[in-house]
């Protein structure tokens, strides 16, 4: 289980069927890597989420 999706089961309780994830910001401010986003969107698509994942970079 991944931790910081503990929201997960308030949503699901609400039949909302959709989650947005986005990379970029959470790993700017909260230094989580790519393997730890797959996680998350692993862990959503497993308990009958659809994911929009948002993956952007910098413009440096």
Request: proline letters at 3%; a neutral charge.
């Amino acid at each position: 289980r991944v931790p910081c999706l503990c929201s997960i089961e308030m949503l699901s309780s609400l039949n909302i069927p959709w989650v947005i994830l986005n990379l970029f910001e959470r790993s700017a401010l909260l230094n989580e890597s790519n393997e730890f986003f797959r996680k998350k969107v692993a862990y959503a698509l497993s308990q009958g989420f659809k994911v929009i994942a948002g993956v952007s970079e910098t413009l440096e």
